[in-house]
């Protein structure tokens, strides 16, 4: 291997001159550093990174200690910390330590030998002789997923034990009361956090865990698939919960030999979230973590540590959600516990955006022409599309990156089933969303001609039975929430209980006044943070005609005079108005070629009060909000039409 100085020999010049040309640290004529770089190419030459390091006092390498890269959790953390190092210029060696404590010693010994700059520590075995061994280290260090006693440094990890008592809670109240854990290695605090999780829960119900159903195992699918066995033998539980996703896929394989129908006979649920868990058959119910960003969150700490060693330690606690995929259902022969929940269906996360309002099934009929009173004309088509405003920007805020919960109601009907089951399939916790049994569900009977005019009647159905009762049995949804979202078509009386609440409780309120009827109610306009019409909305409550930009202003104002906070019109192609008691800015819209305006203005909505949920400035949640909604306009249809966050993240206007 060439070193410096045959770099030297060949350039005809001292080696000193060689490392100024590399390291830039003296001016170097042209011709000689020419030849410096002619020789370094001829011979290949790789500067020494040791020689360097020692220079400088720096590696610009991290050392992450893993328990076993076998296990897809550790395989998505450790991407999470790669990447997020390689953009800062720093490289990852990673050690794994397949459980072994003395390999885990060795390694921390070699990567402490080779003085990388930081480390981070993900290791499930041996928590207390790992603890001695990180006594003492002074290299800036991160600890991911459990904390070591004794041992100060930066901390990264999901919330354990409630993550376990959400998925044991999740169980419970699908009816299950028969329901086993099986856990990590009992020494780990991790299993420890877990099994306590599932035991509180137990406790609350009322339920005294049973030694039986508790089952040690080692977070691999082998040991969940070995402790299931045992489980499924005799007198088997209605639910089992597995302490990460890797045991609950072993689970799964044990109760597939044995003809038992997962989630028919058997619920499982896991914890982790990784992505293997989304693909089995059927897919894991799980507690989820972004493990990704937990590895990203992990990295960051450690480099902010490099850099300044004497800060205060930090801690990281995630908090958990549950992801409801295929795995999990309600117990056949347990009642729900109450007529306003169909618990089988929340995913027990905390939303930070609450929309109150309708949900309606669209039945859209498409004829060459509209039909005269009394005439009966041939249909050319015929769809059903799920709708309404509330349920619209629901949809659009979930599909923006916001966590939703909607609050409204559904008829005992087959619309009912579909419409609660397409806010799920879009992650909308329905836990606020009540069934009406003797009622049908809100419908929409749309008629649309070649001209691609149409006639509308909106039948509310359930809609109208949304009541302030409602608010206040799930006054908890509201609490948790950052934004709440009011439209028209449910009854006046709730959407004034729930902006009064929102007021009440400190929370970011919105109200999109559509449809508009008749002046609003003067106290509302108080506890109106965000004032969303559109033109005709606006002047139909302001009473000022709105026919431009100037005019729109004036109607804006009218409405903050009454009380409302701001106000944004949205103009459609002409972009959005925001005025407020103390400036007035014109957003230009984004410039596409629209095919169907359907749902832009919910689409608008959803985006706003996800983009404030998720910590945006104002002037950057409306730009946002555009974006989406001028994104929904070029496609057809309501919900289908509504966009993800990826799309509008990568939107590049023509």
Known sequence: MATIKDVAAMAGISYTTVSHVLNKTRPVSEPVRLKVEQAIAHLEYVPSAVARSLKAKTTATIGLLVANSLNPYFAELARGIEDYCE???????????????VKQRNYLRVLLEKRVDGLVVASSTGDLGMASGL???????????????????????????????????????????????????????????RMAGYRRALLEAGITPQGQWMVESDFSSVGGYNAAVGLLQHNPPSAIFACNDMMGIGVLRAAAERNIRVPQQLSVIGFDDVQMSRYVYPSLTTVGQSILQLGEIA??????????????????????????????????????????QSLDECRYMQANVVVAGSLNMDLVTRTERLPRPGETVFGQSFTTVHG????NQAVAASRLGARVAMLGCVGGDAYGVQLRDGLLADRVDC?????????????ALITVDACS??????????????AAEDIRAFDHVL????????????????????LARGRELGKVVILNPAPVSAPLPGHWYGAIDYLIPNESEAWALSGVPVDSLESAGRAAR????????????????LGALFVSAHRVMHFTAPKVEAVDATAAGDTFVGGFSAALAAGMEEDDAIRFAQVAAALSVTRAGAQPSIPLLRDVQGFKAP
């Not at 953009?87 to 404590?101: A, G, K, M, Q, T």
């Not at 309404?388 to 349920?391: E, F, Q, S």
């Not at 609490?479 to 729930?498: D, H, I, R």
Request: glycine share 10%; aromatic share 2%; net charge neutral.
């Open 87 to 101: 953009r800062n210029n720093y490289c990852v060696i990673l050690c794994n330590c397949d459980d072994d404590p």
């Open 388 to 391: 309404g405003k509330g349920a």
């Open 479 to 498: 609490q948790g929430a950052q934004v709440l979202v009011c439209q028209l078509e449910v009854p006046m009386e709730t959407v004034g209980c729930v």
């Open 453 to 466: 005019q149409n006639t509308i009647v909106v039948v509310p159905g359930a809609n109208g039975c949304l």
């Open 558 to 573: 009218r409405l903050v005079e009454l009380g409302a906070g701001k106000v944004i019109v949205t103009l459609g192609a």
């Open 299 to 340: 990295a960051q700490l450690l480099l902010r540590r490099i850099a300044v060693p004497g800060r205060a330690v930090e801690q990281r606690i995630v908090k958990p959600d549950i992801v409801l995929r295929e795995s999990t259902r309600a117990y056949a022969q347990a009642p729900l516990k109450s007529p306003l």
């Open 431 to 443: 836990v606020a969303v009540r069934t009406v049994p003797d009622c049908a569900s809100g419908v």
């Open 135 to 193: 006594v003492g280290v002074r290299t800036p260090m991160v600890i991911v997923d459990r904390s070591f006693e004794g041992v100060e440094a930066d901390l990264v990890c999901i919330d354990h034990e409630l993550g376990a008592y959400l998925a044991t809670r999740h169980l419970l109240d699908l009816g299950h009361r028969a329901i086993a854990c099986i856990g990590g290695p009992a020494a780990t605090r991790v299993a420890q956090l």
